[in-house]
């Protein structure tokens, strides 16, 4: 498996970045998607599963809606390398 790029100015310093390291989401703890070999725009930001969650403080998160754990999740940057359930938006700009 070939090591995927990933901004360190765009990933944690925690847990987040041990599981993109390992090559697991950090939301649906599923195994990565490859960018360059089905889709070079699988990226959480275009994925159908990403949704945003408005918090009491009005702050804006993004979350996954495929999480693995009951909580709310991790915290998502567009940029993430997608998992094995990317679906792609119909329009990402919307």
Same mark, same amino acid.
């Given at each position: 498996? $070939? &090591?995927?790029?990933?901004?360190?100015?765009?990933?944690?310093?925690?847990?987040?970045?041990?599981?993109?390291?390992?090559?697991?989401?950090?939301?649906?703890?599923?195994?990565?998607?490859?960018?360059?070999?089905? *889709?070079?725009?699988?990226?959480?930001?275009?994925?159908?599963?990403?949704?945003?969650? =408005?918090?009491?403080?009005? =702050?804006?998160?993004?979350?996954? &809606?495929?999480? &693995?754990?009951?909580?709310?999740?991790?915290?998502?940057?567009? *940029?993430?390398?997608?998992?094995?359930?990317?679906?792609?938006?119909? *329009?990402? $700009?919307?």
């Amino acid at each position: 498996m $070939s &090591a995927l790029t990933i901004p360190p100015a765009t990933v944690g310093r925690g847990a987040i970045r041990i599981k993109l390291d390992r090559g697991i989401h950090p939301a649906t703890l599923k195994p990565l998607l490859e960018p360059e070999t089905t *889709n070079p725009l699988a990226r959480c930001g275009a994925c159908a599963h990403l949704i945003t969650r =408005t918090l009491d403080d009005g =702050t804006q998160r993004l979350k996954c &809606a495929m999480k &693995a754990q009951r909580r709310r999740g991790p915290d998502l940057k567009p *940029n993430f390398p997608a998992c094995i359930d990317f679906r792609e938006q119909r *329009n990402p $700009s919307a």
